[in-house]
Structure formats: C-alpha cells, structure tokens
C-alpha cells in the first residue's frame, strides 16, 4: 500500500507542483502571491494556477469511485485519483488556455481603443 | 415498518386427518416416529464449530458421521428472539423484532410446543428465558436464566447443566430443550477466535455426549430417542451477529438418532433453511404442522420409513402451505392447486395398486411433483410475505417534511398554532402506528384525518412561506459565508449535500466511515488554506475586502504595528498554524486504521486486531496507560486541583477495572472479578467533577467555562465505557481537541458546529461502530452493573455508542464559549445542527420508503434508518443542553 501511495504522491507532485517550480522558482513570496492572493500574471502564472489546483480538486473528485461495490479492477486505490489527478490537469490546461484567449483579446480591445 | 398476516389458532390433528383424507383416500395418518426428543440448542453456533476438520466436538462429530446432519441457513435478523419464534413455529419473523428483542410477550401463534402441549405431551426446558416469556404456557417444567448479562459464560451454562442428571435418569419427558448461552457470551466478550472458545465447545460436546448415552441407555422396546443438536445463527469475525453475512446466518443442524440408520450419514452437502426443522419434526413427531410455517419437510430425514410414509408428510407438508398461501393471497394460489390436485390423484392412484405393482420410480415421481408444488408455494408466500402498510408509511414521510420545513420556518415567524396542529397529528399517527396489527386502508377515516391535518399546515406554510423562506435560507448563507470562512462555509455546506446523496446508495451506506474521514481530512486541509488567506489578507489593511459590520470576532484584528515586525511572528503564526493542521492529520490518519469497519474492507487487519493479541497484553497495558495519563496532563490545565484529583482517580479506577477483567495488565491486581467496584468508584468520580464546578468554594481559571469542566467529566465516561483497545483513541480525540481549542477557528459558530458535527461523525466510526447492527458493543452496557436492568443498561449502551459525536459537541459547546456569540448566533447554531440532522433524516426516510422492495432493504438500509433514528435522538438531547446552557446560565 505504501508503494501505491508513494507513487500516487509522486504523480500528483509532478501535476501540481513542478510546473510551479519551474516558473516561481523557489521564492516563497512568488508562491503565495500567485496561490492564496489571487495575485498571478496573466501568462504562465495563471496558467500553473488553474491547471494545478484543477488537478488537485480532479485527484479529490477521483476518490469518489472507490467505496462502490461495483468490484471492478480499477477501484484499487490509488487508479481512480491517478486517473482524476490527470483528468483535472488536463481539463485545468483547456481551462487555462480558454482564459488566456479571453483575456488577451480583451487587453487587445483596450489598447486599440 | 411492514406487517404480516398471520393465522390465529392452531391446527389439530383431525383437521389434518380431514383435509389430507378427502384429497387422497387412505393416505397413512400422522404417525409418532420417536418416543423421546431432546433439542440441545447452542446459541451462536456457527456451522464450521462443528463441521470443520479440527474442531474441538469430537464426540459429536463422530455421532454426526453415523447419523444425518445438515447446514442451515438462518434468516435475518440473525438475533436470538426472531430464530427462536423460527425454529418453533417455521415463520420467518421480520425487522420489527430486534426492537423487541429487549421485551418479549407471550406468543399466541400455532407452534411446535402448542401443539405438543395439546397432544399432552410433558415438554421440559432449560435456557434462555425469552422461551419463557414467549412459551411458558406448554412447559411442564422449566427454569430461566437471563441472557443479557453478557459477561458472564460459565454461570448460565451450569445452570442448565445441572438440571440433566436429574431430568435424564428420570426420563420424565417427551420433549426436552436445552439452550446453552455461553458460546454467545464469549462470542460478545471475546470474538470466535479467542482461546476461551474451544474449552466452550469440548464442554458443548461433553453435554451432547451425556444426552445421547442416556438417550441410548433410556431406549427401550419401543420407538428410538432423537437428539437435535443445533444452533440459532451464527456469529461474525468480531463475535457480534445480526446481520446477513456467510458465518452468521450458516448452523449446523444434526440429527441424531438412537436407532442407527440404514443408509450412509454424514454431512448433507446441499444447504438447508433453518425454518425446515419445523415440519420435519412435526412430522416426526406425529403432530401437525404449524399452520404458518414456511419450511420443507427433509426428505434425508424422513428416507428411513418407506415410501408410503414418505408421501404421506409430502402431502401433508404441500396441504399446510397451500392453506398458508390460501389465507396471505386469497386469489393466487389457483394455479398452484390445479398441479397439486394433479399430484394427489396420482398419489391416490399409487396407493390404490398392491404393494407388489407399486414401483419406487412412480413413488419418486410422485415425491418431486409435491416438492415442485412446495416450493412454487413457499416462493409465492415468501415474495409478498411481509406488506407495507404504505398510507401509514407516506403519512409518516410528509409528516417529517412538514416538522423539517417548520424548523426552518421558526427562524422568523414563530407559526405557534400550525406547530400544534402539526404535533396533534403527529401523535395521533404515532398512536395509530403502535398498534400495528391492522394495516390503514386508503380510505380509513384515521389517515383521511392525518393527511388532512397534515395538508392543512403545509398550505399555510406555502401561503406564507415563499419570500421568507427565500430569504431566510439566503441570509443563512451568507452569515456562514463571509471573510476567509468563505471556503470552509461552502465546503461545509457543500459536503453536507455530498453526505445525504450519498445515502442513496448502499455502498456509500455501508462505508459510510469513508464519506466521514474524506470529509473532515478534506476541512482540515480547507481550513487551513483559509487560516492562510486571512493572515495573508491582512498583511495588506488596505485590502478592505470584508465587511467588518458583521461580527467579526474570529479574524485576528488587523494589526497596528509595525509590517516588518509582523513579518517574523507573521511566518511563525503560520508555522504555528501549519503544525497544529499536521497535528489533527496524523491523529485523524491514526484513528482511522485503528479500527476497520463498514463491510468492504471489514477484514483487512487493523491496529486493534495486533494489540488484542494474548501476547501484547503488557504492550496494550503500557499503552493504555500512557494515553490516561495524557488526558489527564491536557485536561488538567483547565481544571482545578481538586477536580484534576478526582478526574486522576477516575481514570485509575477505570485502568483497574479493566486489569480486574483481565483485559490490561496491572501488577498486584489478580484477575478475579468483572471490576464492577473500580468501575462504580470511577462513575461517583465522574459525578464529582461534574458537581464541583457548581461548589461556590471552586475558583476556576478565568477562560475555563461550565462546559470544559463537563467534557472533562465526560471524558473520564468515555474512557470507562470504552473497550481497553480503543480508549487510545480517546487521547487522540483529547489531543485534537485541546489544538483545536488553542488555535483560532476563522468559521462563525454555525460553521463551527458543523465542523465539530463532522469530527464527531468521523469519531462515531473510528471506533469501531458501523451502519449495521452486528457492530454494537452490548458489553459496554453492563459496565459496573450486577445484574441486567433494562433501563441503565439501555442507556449506557446509547451512551457508548454514541460516544463520538457526544464528546465532540460537547467539545463544541466549551468553544463555542470562548467565540463569545450573540443571541442570534446562538439561534443560527442551533439552526444549523438541527438542519444538519434532519436533513439527511427526511431525505433517507422518503427514500427507504420508495426502495422498500429494494434487495438490501432489510441488511442496508432498515439499520441506517434505525441509526439515524438514534442520532436523531442523540443530537436533540445535546441541543436541549445547549438551548439550556445559553438560556439560563448566561442570561
């Protein structure tokens, strides 16, 4: 079980919080300005922002499946939040992408005018 | 709550002789096959005591390779009253009987001992007195031993024992029944793999083996003596039983017969109901059958006696049950009897021809045709067996919305005499609903004037409701929605929903523990997120993101000094902050493998199971010892000297009681007794603490309210009610407790309470409880009781089980204390507890109600419905405190 867990942990660190190492660096103030102030640039920021809390909220919708007694193979732990981790970071990605094309062109709105 | 119909009065042989002779002319009469019967009866008698290869029965097991026994299937519930009404009178007993498991009456039905009463036969018993109360009017000679008293498993067995040299030297008996509770004592106590089991079941065999020599010894020249050997249901891996699991529902059940038989015995392969005993020994016996038995005759039993007999219990086996179906469906059972009069004519004309022409070929025909008709029976019965009574039940489902949806009026407008006309409703059902024999036609005048009542209240609530309803619920919403609380609150609110549509499906039912631990773990993490957010918030004052109109008590005010000189005490609170979270997560993680629970994962091993172990006796003793003493180290901060003295007495007193019981371990303490004194000592402690705080002479700390002193109280309760194993998990929940009391909660008080709601919930299971009943711990309510009265017993039971949730609101309450609410707050708590508890209540009942043919009705979801029913109560006790605590101490 701890083998699963361990692997499951590693998964959902490499979803939600790689990406944000990669462009926050190790700063600490970066890290809670763009997480719990709502602070982040519209860019890669916003883009880590979306897509690592879709994928945290994707592994914790995951979990639902597991108690039904279905008796499927895939209700192991921890298949089904691996497959919501991956699931909510792709849907966090689309999301993320949708948002940057929005806001681009609304900036482009206010500059040409 | 569903209603049979049952036949009144028993039936007698010449109606028998009448009904069988008109069908089939000249069929042999009931015909007396045994001269002597004794029924030893072992309670929890699990089916692989007796038949697996190294079982401690070897002498019984040996009678059983030279004589016939069988596996039987018990049916639900798989507790003693119902089994015993089965095993007598062959019907199959519903739900309602666990409830009145605790007071039986007399029985009025056709069963075995009726009709042996009537034949004059001399029935004999001793056992369990629930026999008594349901059947001391056939008894020629009895004597009764309570089988409440759960800790004791040597006392109630000599008491039966010591009646049998008497009774079987004299042989003054046609019928006598024996039942040995002391199996299911242990089972309770100790589970089926404890060490006292085997010692149980040599001394079981030892008693089999007696009564079958003086059966021998007492057969003369006429008919043989018959010894049945079996047991009332089984008992699960924890010992417990009730529900529908492989090992309680599976007994042995063995006949053992002087007279050797002819052909080959041993163990059936093919399982048997538990009900069949009832015809077969009817017939064996020469009595009619119970006119509401359920059962198929045996043929493995009834094989000796030739194929005219044969055919003759056959017949009047299939005569029974049609009557049986007759008198439940009046118009279904044409069908069936168009076969068996088919059958019959050919019976009839089997037994016209000489002995010489009768071929057992056509016997054997003739034999499975009447088991066809049998069982095309018994399934026709068995499907519509119990009715709904459905008005009664509809009625009761709106009467629960109309009470939720006043409640949720009540917050503006006090709608005084809708209230009392609902309540007068509501009585008369309850009133209706307790004589529940007759089921409610439709157009009864009792329901017409119930439902009529009942919509009389709810068009004045919709006449009135509309805009207040609206705005209350949104006024509600955003009283628990504001400043950083805003996560929590929706989460809160949001897993509230998530819980109660996840009663709807029996998987979430039956692993209820996990919804409860994803939940709270989930609002640890949440709440800390929020904590973070407000502390970030106001690093920046001019971020006036919130409206500091409403109270604001719980958000840190804004500090006045210095940025830089936050910065530093600003990352400690937060440290502070993250640490006291990793706290509540690891307690939490701990305590929920300590116990596992539920149905899916139930046999997984879990802590508990390592530290019952015989040789970790010494580790659990240390460990149990080291958690009293943390308890009383973070209790005694808040108490005084004296009271911290007399909660550390407590607490050894109950560590004694336990070392007395032989389940810790404490030196210069012999195991002699079941710690009833230490156990007495510790509940006078308790009292004590309790009062002192009202003693004019006490000063207490400032910050320490009425309520921690009564948690603190209660925790020393808690400690003794629980198992030794699980009063770790006591100091887990106190070290919670005191973090959560330390750090500052940035929830209003209505949040709060469901956030403490929700470890109390998370509490309930981690000990162990379930959503079946199987899993209540029975032993709890005997602590430092002689004897078994129903009353205390009844309450410390509750208390035990319910132990969690009660420790966790009273916690609350001590919190609840230092957020110093307002009297509208205080409305809004008690708002929002009520709310929480009925709604999953009335969802679930209209729910049950619409599933009620579901196929877990009976093991699912009718013992959520009883557990819900409970918290209900639970819950209402500990809000009547809290409306009493705010209402006349504060004001």
């Known amino acids: 079980n701890i083998s699963q867990t361990f692997h499951f942990g590693a998964l959902l660190a490499s979803t939600a919080v790689f990406p944000g190492l990669c462009i926050l660096g190790l700063n600490v103030s970066n890290w809670i300005r763009v997480f719990s102030q709502n602070g982040a640039d519209l860019g890669p920021e916003s883009v880590i922002q979306i897509s690592a809390v879709s994928s945290i909220v994707g592994a914790w919708v995951g979990a639902f499946p597991i108690p039904l007694d279905w008796d499927r193979d895939w209700q192991e732990w921890p298949i089904t939040c691996m497959v919501g981790n991956l699931l909510g970071y792709m849907t966090g990605l689309v999301i993320s992408a949708i948002h940057l094309c929005v806001r681009y062109n609304q900036l482009r709105k206010h500059k040409v005018t | 709550m569903p209603v049979k119909k049952e036949f009144i009065g028993i039936s007698t042989p010449e109606t028998v002789l009448e009904q069988s002779g008109s069908l089939v002319p000249g069929v042999s009469p009931l015909k007396r096959h045994y001269n002597k019967t004794v029924l030893v009866l072992i309670d929890a008698l699990r089916a692989d005591f007796l038949f697996s290869p190294d079982t401690p029965m070897s002498m019984t097991k040996k009678l059983v390779s030279q004589n016939l026994a069988l596996v039987a299937k018990a049916h639900t519930p798989t507790v003693t009253l119902p089994r015993i009404k089965a095993l007598m009178t062959g019907s199959v007993p519903g739900f309602v009987d666990v409830i009145l498991n605790f007071g039986s009456t007399k029985y009025e039905g056709d069963n075995i001992l009726a009709q042996m009463s009537r034949a004059g036969r001399r029935v004999v018993f001793f056992g369990d007195d629930t026999w008594i109360k349901l059947f001391s009017d056939h008894f020629t000679r009895y004597e009764g031993t309570t089988s409440f008293f759960v800790t004791d498993y040597t006392e109630v067995d000599n008491n039966v024992t010591r009646h049998l040299p008497l009774e079987l030297s004299a042989g003054d008996f046609d019928l006598l029944i024996l039942h040995y509770l002391g199996l299911d004592h242990i089972g309770h106590l100790a589970g089926p793999n404890s060490p006292l089991v085997p010692p149980k079941l040599r001394e079981m065999d030892e008693v089999i083996d007696t009564v079958y020599r003086s059966l021998t010894k007492l057969q003369g020249e006429g008919l043989p003596n018959l010894l049945i050997v079996c047991g009332d249901h089984g008992m699960s891996d924890q010992g417990s039983h009730g529900g529908a699991s492989y090992s309680e529902t599976r007994v042995p059940l063995a006949f053992l017969s002087t007279q050797h038989r002819s052909s080959t015995g041993g163990v059936v392969e093919s399982e048997v109901d538990q009900i069949d005993l009832v015809p077969t020994l009817s017939e064996l ?99 519509k067996l119990t009715t709904y009574d459905l008005p009664a039940l509809i009625t009761c489902v709106i009467g629960l919305w109309t009470a939720a949806i006043l409640l949720l009026l009540s917050q503006q407008s006090p709608v005084r005499w809708v209230v009392m006309v609902h309540v007068i409703s509501t009585l008369y059902l309850v009133g209706h609903l307790t004589q529940f024999q007759s089921v409610w036609p439709f157009s009864g005048s009792g329901y017409l004037i119930s439902v009529a009542s009942l919509m009389l209240v709810l068009s004045t609530i919709a006449l009135q409701a509309k805009k207040t309803m609206k705005d209350q619920v949104l006024e509600w919403m955003r009283s628990s929605f504001y400043g950083g609380g805003s996560l929590c609150g929706g989460f809160l609110i ?167 019981t032989g389940a810790l371990f404490l030196p210069f303490v012999p195991q002699m007794d079941r710690g009833i004194l230490p156990a007495r000592l510790s509940f006078l402690c308790v009292f004590l603490v309790l009062v002192s705080q009202f003693l004019p002479g006490q000063t207490s700390r400032p910050s320490v309210g009425h309520m921690d002193i009564c948690l603190s109280a209660w925790t020393v309760l808690h400690v003794l009610l629980m198992r030794p194993h699980n009063t770790v998990l006591v100091a887990f929940m106190t070290v919670q407790q005191s973090v959560l009391c330390g750090c500052k909660l940035v929830l209003s008080p209505s949040a709060a309470a469901v956030f403490y709601v929700w470890m109390g919930r998370a509490a309930f299971f981690s000990q162990g409880n379930s959503n079946s009943i199987a899993t209540v711990d029975v032993g709890a309510g005997y602590v430092g009781q002689e004897d078994y009265n129903a009353f205390p017993v009844a309450f410390l039971l509750g208390l035990a089980t319910y132990a969690g949730p009660i420790y966790w609101f009273m916690a609350f309450l001590a919190k609840l204390n230092t957020l110093n609410p307002s009297h509208r707050d205080l409305h809004q708590v008690y708002f929002t507890v009520a709310v929480t508890c009925l709604l999953s209540m009335v969802v679930y009942a209209a729910f049950v109600v619409t599933e009620r043919y579901h196929l877990f009705v009976w093991t699912v979801f009718l013992p959520k419905l009883l557990y819900l029913g409970m918290d209900l109560v639970i819950y209402y006790l500990l809000s009547v405190i809290l409306v009493l605590k705010y209402y006349l101490w504060c004001e």
């Open chain 2, 285 to 383: 016996l020469g009595l009619p059958i119970p006119s509401n038995n359920l059962g198929h005759l045996l043929m493995d039993m009834v094989q000796e006696q030739g194929a005219e007999e044969q055919l003759a219990s056959l017949l009047r086996n299939t005569i029974q049950l049609l009557n049986l179906l007759r008198e439940d469906q009046p118009g279904a059972d044409s069908e069936v009897r168009g076969f068996f009069h088919s059958t019959c004519e050919l019976h009839s004309k089997w037994l016209s021809l000489t002995p010489q022409e009768r071929s057992s070929a056509m016997a054997h025909q003739i034999q499975i045709k009447y088991n066809e008709v049998i069982t095309m029976a018994t399934s026709t019965i068995t499907k």
């Open chain 2, 494 to 660: 949001a897993g509230t929903l998530l819980h109660t549509v996840s009663l709807l499906s029996s998987s979430y039912v039956e692993e209820e523990h996990q919804t409860w631990y994803f939940l709270s773990t989930t609002i640890h993490i949440l709440h800390l997120m929020s904590v973070i957010l407000t502390m970030n918030t106001n690093q920046h004052p001019c971020n006036a993101s919130f409206n500091s109109s409403t109270s604001n008590h719980f958000l840190r005010s804004c500090p006045k000094s210095d940025v830089e000189s936050d910065q530093g005490s600003h990352s400690d609170k937060i440290r502070q902050e993250v640490l006291n979270t990793a706290v509540l997560l690891l307690a939490a993680r701990l305590m929920r493998s300590w116990n596992q629970t539920g149905n899916k994962w139930l046999h997984l091993p879990d802590i508990v199971d390592w530290l019952i172990l015989a040789d970790n006796r010494i580790l659990l003793s240390v460990l149990v010892a080291v958690s009293l003493l943390l308890i009383l180290v973070l209790q005694s901060r808040r108490l005084t000297w004296v009271q911290t003295i007399l909660s550390a007495t407590g607490l050894f007193c109950v560590f004694w009681s336990r070392a007395s």
